[in-house]
């Protein structure tokens, strides 16, 4: 291991170079950055880069690549560190997915770890459970509480990507995650900002009101520190004597005596069937414009990204322009289609027939676009023939407790190494401190996944015994040129990561924007959210040209501007580049919440 001094001297060797290959290659797509409207430059780095939504999580895993980590060591590091510095997003009792390019093999690998429906799970019981105004944008009011609890995969997928290729121990990747635990974190205005947002979701629960409030009394605040010694605890077992301990060991057994004594259906049975259940599998593609592009399988929605780029590829968007009201309200109308096809179709494959191949051909995607063009077109000739009808403008983002402002409880996290390999990861509690439950005295804070799932039989999420969660967490996209990834890019943001995913990778591909750029510029997206399908209102940053709104608006679309010029509710979106020629990497973050990418 090198000490801290040999790291800092070799940081400082790299420190020159770096400023000259900026210099001297400054007109390469991927290293042309500007510090404009986003307010920061883009993170470099050679020997690897790391992306996520907090800088001291994105610190933990660059940490694991100083030391001779790779790829999946940091973003297993970065991902257990969430449990500290984002524990309203995500942690080890919660969900995600992953999309991995192994340079050795040179393949891309799925890994979905997205949550199953416990086994004596009753949808009945949901009408006795506490209810919470929602912490994840659904504009409802919520379920929380151990009943609507999701079994969670987390920390299998952590283990199955660091068992298989990884080069480091649990111990070793959950050392900065533990520090940060037990030593505690500072709370920034965006944390103030989740935590009372999510008061609700909290309070019905006596171990999570001692854990979560300060003092056991009121919620955090800027300035304050957080710890979760009980969960640092956890953690440390973990390290030292596997996941075993927690699927099937005694952490099992106090989870499953929680659940039991508090209502919920998660037993020991259902977590010890986990491990087994998160296995790789292939990822879907499809071909954009010189590149190919990987996403997650169902249960993953992540083929609505897809079908968005395909749709969207048989025009010429550069004519169009960044953001101007063509391009803007063709892209609204592809979403708007390809999100029907989601709701429709996806769920777990064991359990329903996904036509994967039908959603992604040609034939069908052609007739998508046609739809496409039609749909402008009728708007377009409606507001010539009627110019004084015009859309209003749409106030209300929301009913919740939460400041709409803050809205959504999912993360993701970008790394690259120095040999090739790239990965990216979506994981999330579901709502804000997801089910709000705490189970005993472990600190395990315990995700809302069922939430996320149809109630009503006969539909291709609906839930069924050990079924997985159909998720919008599987969206997330690796762009590959001449066989090697060239960006990596995911988002939370509920249903609305299915969205920006999209315009992050069309502002790089086809309006090229470096990496930073791309995440920064304004975005939109439909709330069409579980139950709101079709929508019928846009959340849209008010950056988007006067102009340009008012002529969406002519053309009747209902625009909710109200959440400001920058709105965590189009996500919260992190990703890499590489210029294959230089060989040097691009980090992006978003500044929309606490994110941070470190390159070295």
């Not at 420190?15 to 993170?43: F, W």
């Not at 997985?468 to 967490?473: E, F, K, P, Q, R």
């Not at 006067?546 to 002529?551: D, I, Q, W």
């Amino acid at each position: 291991m090198k000490s801290l001094h040999e790291i800092h001297a070799l940081f400082e060797r790299l420190l020159v170079p770096a400023l000259l290959v900026l210099l001297t290659l400054g007109s390469l797509q991927t290293l042309a950055q500007v510090a404009k409207e986003n307010l920061r430059p883009a993170a470099m780095g050679r020997m690897g880069m790391v992306a996520s939504a907090n800088p001291l999580a994105s610190l933990a895993g660059q940490k694991i690549l100083a030391n001779g980590g790779n790829a999946i060591d940091a973003i297993v590091a970065t991902a257990a560190a969430l449990n500290a510095v984002e524990p309203y997003m995500s942690g080890t009792a919660g969900v995600g997915y992953m999309l991995f390019y192994s340079a050795a093999e040179d393949r891309v690998r799925s890994l979905v770890f997205g949550g199953w429906v416990p086994k004596s799970f009753d949808a009945r019981a949901l009408e006795a459970a506490p209810k919470a105004a929602d912490g994840a944008g659904h504009e409802a009011i919520e379920t929380v509480g151990p009943k609507i609890v999701a079994i969670p995969g987390n920390l299998a997928g952590w283990n199955r990507a660091l068992e298989d290729y990884g080069t480091l121990s649990l111990e070793a990747v959950f050392e900065s995650a533990i520090g940060y635990l037990e030593n505690g974190v500072p709370i920034t205005e965006f944390d103030e900002a989740m935590w009372k947002g999510t008061v609700e979701r909290v309070k019905p629960h006596k171990e999570s009101v001692a854990l979560l409030f300060k003092d056991g009394r009121e919620p955090y605040e800027i300035g304050d520190v957080f710890t979760n010694k009980p969960l640092a605890a956890t953690m440390r077992r973990i390290a030292a004597e596997g996941i075993d301990v927690f699927y099937k060991g005694e952490i099992a057994q106090q989870i499953a005596d929680a659940f039991k004594k508090d209502g919920g259906f998660i037993t020991m049975e259902d977590l010890a069937m986990v491990p087994d259940r998160v296995q790789w599998t292939e990822p879907i593609s499809i071909d954009y414009r010189g590149y190919k592009v990987y996403n997650n399988p169902p249960p993953g929605m992540g083929i609505q990204q897809l079908q968005t780029l395909k749709i969207m590829e048989g025009f010429d968007l550069k004519r169009m322009g960044h953001n101007s009201a063509e391009y803007l309200a063709h892209l609204m109308e592809a979403i708007y289609l390809s999100r029907l096809d989601t709701d429709t179709y996806i769920g777990d494959p064991e359990y329903v027939a996904v036509p994967v191949d039908r959603l992604l051909s040609d034939a069908y995607l052609d007739e998508q676009r046609k739809k496409v063009v039609e749909r402008v077109q009728k708007r377009k000739l409606a507001a010539a023939t009627h110019p004084e009808d015009t859309g209003h403008e749409v106030t209300d983002a929301g009913t919740g407790a939460i400041d709409p402002a803050y809205q959504y409880a999912t993360t993701s996290l970008s790394a690259m190494d120095q040999w090739g390999n790239a990965v990216v990861i979506i994981q999330t509690h579901g709502g804000g401190f997801g089910s709000g439950y705490v189970a005993g005295k472990t600190g395990l804070i315990f995700n809302s996944g069922i939430d996320w799932m149809e109630k009503i039989p006969g539909m291709a999420n609906s839930v069924a015994p050990w079924k997985a969660v159909g998720w919008c967490i599987g969206g997330m996209m690796q762009f590959h040129k001449a066989g090697k990834p060239e960006l990596i890019v995911g988002s939370p943001g509920s249903f609305g990561i299915l969205q920006s995913v999209p315009q992050v990778a069309m502002n790089y591909i086809d309006f090229g924007m470096n990496i930073q750029d791309a995440i920064s510029a304004p975005r939109f997206r439909w709330k069409d959210e579980l139950g709101t399908v079709p929508a019928t209102e846009v959340i849209m940053e008010r950056r988007v040209a006067p102009e340009v709104l008012s002529e969406l608006r002519q053309m009747g679309y209902q625009l909710d501007t109200s959440l400001g010029d920058w709105s965590m509710t189009v996500g919260g979106a992190q990703g890499v580049s590489i210029d294959r020629e230089s060989g040097w990497m691009m980090g992006g973050a978003d500044p929309r919440r606490n994110g941070y990418a470190v390159g070295w």
